[in-house]
């Protein structure tokens, strides 16, 4: 009977640190070792409570572990699981949490030892913060993570780390490498290059009309977000998953054109089946499981030209417990006032708020 009694997560960064924080969260019975070249990593994940101990050793960090979680950046995975499966014991268990799959799945099966277990695994959830200082306990909660386990992947192991990670509220899926490289391709590599090349579009105009971005509403600030996300991380990303990638953008580029010649043959019909269509589909995005990116419950708050708004309204959610994650000035007419957007990770949270503020004479729109 397999039991987990100690884990082993190499890579204290944002998602490891996060697995950390939510297997304490769930399972403080848990011995957890943290393990990373970066040694202000490691003792910044000891003085938060994310590990018992820590070792930038590979050999002396995976000793004795029961479960072992691959959590450093994509491009160092598999020479990682190779120097870790040395040193783990036998009967024990490896998962990574890597955004590709098939080419990781290939290498680290190819190398594995009969006797150690390994489980593919990647949790569909993040933050624009990177490192350690960005862990959060909940960054799984309601997140969906994939396993793509083989047909080498002992059942036991993978029904094992899957009742882990539910346990951290995640929500576990199940496919094989192929289709979640081409999913994820889909639904979050696409959607990141799209925003790159709308950004670097609009800044190619900018040298023509330097104040263009002065223009810019909350709909380009809502569609090109995650181009803030990580160069490195997402150049490895698309590097190590090119074949779908290509894939998805060729359907993308074939909706391009179609919108092209619909408007190239002034075909007002076309365009608006487009529009009609792409609505009909977006309404069918599950609104209660997160994406890559975290959630955002939003509000929009009308407020009068006074000093001091944007602490009153702080203040009146800090007073009374509500967390605000995000604040961004949308617009602001002298002598008129203006609307500033406040974000927040909990639904329950943005509903409280709105019912305080309008209590107190505020103007407030839902964004969810």
Known sequence: MLTIKKVTIIGMGLIGGSWGL????????????????????????????????????????????????????????????????????????????????ETLVSAIENVIPTGIAYVPGHPMAGSEKKGIEGAHAYLFENAAY??????????????????????????????????????????SHLPHLVAAALVNSVGALKTKFPGLLLLAAGGFRDT??????????????????????????????GQIQCLREALENGDAGQLLNTFVTARTLRDEVPAGIKGILPELFEIVVTVPDQPGMIGRIANLLGNNNINIIDIEILRVREGDGGTIRFGFLEREGAVKAVQLLRENSFVVNMRF
């Open 224 to 253: 090109t977000r995650i181009a803030s996300s990580q160069p490195e991380m997402w150049k490895d990303i698309c590097m190590n998953n090119r074949d779908a990638i290509l894939d998805v953008l060729q359907s993308f580029e």
């Open 22 to 101: 939510a297997l304490k969260r769930v399972r403080p019975d848990i011995e957890i070792c943290g393990v990373d070249v970066n040694q202000c990593s490691l003792v910044k994940s000891r003085e938060a409570g994310i590990v018992d101990w820590y070792s930038i050793d590979t050999a002396e960090g995976v000793k004795d572990a029961d479960l072992v979680v691959l959590a450093c950046p994509l491009n160092k995975i598999i020479a990682q699981a190779e120097e870790a499966i040395l040193h783990m014991k036998e009967g024990s268990i490896l998962t990574d949490v890597g955004s590709v799959k």
């Open 146 to 187: 994939i396993f793509t386990p083989t047909a080498n992947t002992p059942p036991q192991a993978k029904d094992l780390v899957m009742d882990l990670v539910k346990t951290m509220g995640a929500r576990p899926l199940v496919m094989t490498p192929k289709e979640h490289d081409l999913q994820v391709a889909s639904v």
